[in-house]
């Protein structure tokens, strides 16, 4: 339960922060399934010996559509990796401050007979 504003922005920083990393992670693991579907559809060109305009035509249209959706994944992962990287490297000193905080806020709230619901 949360009590507090503090409380409630460090859970909504940690939220976001799981969120981030779990997005990157998405990303990341759907490039490397274009960049496998990439190198089969190359294969696939390389053993195919001679095709006529037809076949070389499907085989361009594959690999533009897994060029585009690559290039697609890679903006989205430009544009998140400067929130992922800087919640990574900020969230854990965030927390361990947080941490000094409440230990602090819990013997100041001890001294002045005071509960942490006020």
């Known amino acids: 339960m949360i009590t507090n504003i503090a409380e409630e922005c460090f859970y909504r920083l940690q939220e976001l922060h799981a969120y981030v990393k779990e997005s990157h992670e998405t990303l990341n693991r759907f490039q490397s399934l274009l960049d496998?579907?990439?190198a089969q559809c190359y294969h696939d060109i390389e053993r195919s010996g001679e095709f006529d305009v037809a076949e070389g035509h499907n085989y361009a249209q594959k690999l533009k559509?897994?060029?585009t959706n690559r290039r697609l994944v890679k903006d989205e992962l430009?544009?998140?990796s400067p929130v992922?990287?800087?919640l990574r490297?900020?969230?854990d000193k965030t927390s361990e401050q947080?941490?000094?905080a409440v230990r602090r806020s819990y013997e100041l709230r001890q001294?002045?007979?005071?509960?942490g619901d006020r």
């Open 36 to 38: 496998k579907q990439l």
């Open 84 to 86: 992922h990287n800087f």
């Open 98 to 100: 947080y941490q000094r």
């Open 89 to 91: 490297d900020e969230v």
């Open 111 to 115: 001294e002045l007979n005071v509960t």
């Open 78 to 80: 430009a544009r998140l």
């Open 65 to 67: 559509e897994i060029l």
